[in-house]
């Protein structure tokens, strides 16, 4: 939802993802992907690709209790191009994403709860995001930049039903 909410939309790009899963008891995954970023800022400044890396770390406490932790580091290389949508404004506009920071740490921890130990019956799952995006536009400086914080909570109920509160 973060990245949503610096991105805009649902960003859907073209490009090449590799995972890889440690064959360990506990969950370990790394990723790095790289895509055009065409999609994100069909009009760009130059040219430049976006990659990210990420890491993935999950456990059982018991067969109750299990949590999830993840990080994502997103590179942007494309720069919006903006332009003025009309001769008598000289407000600039882009028809792309006119915010898309150069850097975007994104960090979430889930915390899973299943009372009788069946989460496909019965489930607490408590979620917690961060994101933070750096070098939003050039003329911003290195530390200049955004954050957002989300916590949600979701109770399933039943096997096809379950409810939820977020906060951002």
């Known amino acids: 939802l973060l990245q949503r ?4 939309g649902h960003w859907v790009d073209d490009g090449l993802r ?7 008891s506990m969950y370990v995954r790394l990723g790095v992907e790289s895509l055009s ?11 430049g690709a976006v990659q990210t890396y990420s890491l993935k770390l999950g456990d059982d406490w018991n067969t109750a209790h299990s949590w999830q ?13 903006l332009e003025a949508h009309d001769p008598t404004s000289s407000e600039p506009h882009a028809h792309g994403a006119r915010f ?3 850097d975007l740490w994104v960090s979430d921890l889930v915390w899973k709860w299943a009372p009788d130990g069946n989460p496909q019956q019965q489930q607490w799952r408590l979620v917690w995001e961060w994101a933070q995006a ?3 536009q050039p003329s911003m400086g290195v530390q200049a930049g955004h954050s957002a914080q989300s916590l949600g ?15 951002d």
């Open 5 to 8: 909410a610096f991105f805009g």
């Open 18 to 24: 590799v995972n890889w899963t440690a064959p360990t």
């Open 37 to 47: 970023g065409r999609k994100l800022i069909p009009e760009a400044n130059g040219g």
């Open 69 to 81: 932790w993840g990080l994502t580091y997103v590179n942007n290389r494309r720069e919006p191009l």
């Open 100 to 102: 898309a920071a150069r």
């Open 134 to 136: 750096r070098r939003a």
């Open 153 to 167: 909570l979701v109770w399933r109920f039943d096997r096809d039903w379950e409810t939820g509160v977020r906060l």
